[in-house]
């Protein structure tokens, strides 16, 4: 079992920044593709971005692309979403996850965080 507990978010400003963390514990994933999943009021949870085991290659949602970057430090077990350019409708609960590329680029990865509120204010 994996658990998964994001950092807190808040509230930003439009055109600000914001990184979120989101730290594993309960089994090393030092070999899964961890990922960032939001969910949006009245919306599906959708995928935001995925990084995989070695930190090489990364996959963006076209939404966030250019903005967002996903980094992660194995050693401590920890993945990091940095958020810039931040606008209203990036406002939703952010997820992290873990899992394989199918499942995470299917929105269906096997372990979930918590959730954390990200709210951009215009």
């Known amino acids: 079992q994996v658990q998964l507990v994001e950092s807190r978010g808040g509230l930003v400003q439009a055109g600000g920044s914001l990184t979120l963390s989101c730290a594993a514990s309960g089994r090393t994933v030092g070999t899964y593709v961890m990922g960032w999943f939001r969910q949006a009021p009245g919306k599906e949870r959708e995928f935001v971005a995925g990084?995989?085991?070695?930190?090489?290659?990364?996959k963006y949602a076209d939404s966030v692309k250019g903005r967002f970057t996903i980094s992660r430090d194995n050693a401590k077990n920890t993945v990091y979403l940095q958020m810039g350019s931040l606008k209203p409708e990036d406002t939703a609960v952010y997820y992290c996850?873990?899992?394989?590329?199918?499942?995470?680029?299917?929105?269906?990865?096997?372990?979930w965080g918590q959730g954390t509120q990200v709210t951009v204010s215009s």
């Open positions: 990084i995989d085991w070695n930190g090489i290659s990364t």
């Open positions: 996850a873990v899992g394989d590329w199918t499942t995470v680029v299917s929105s269906i990865p096997p372990y």
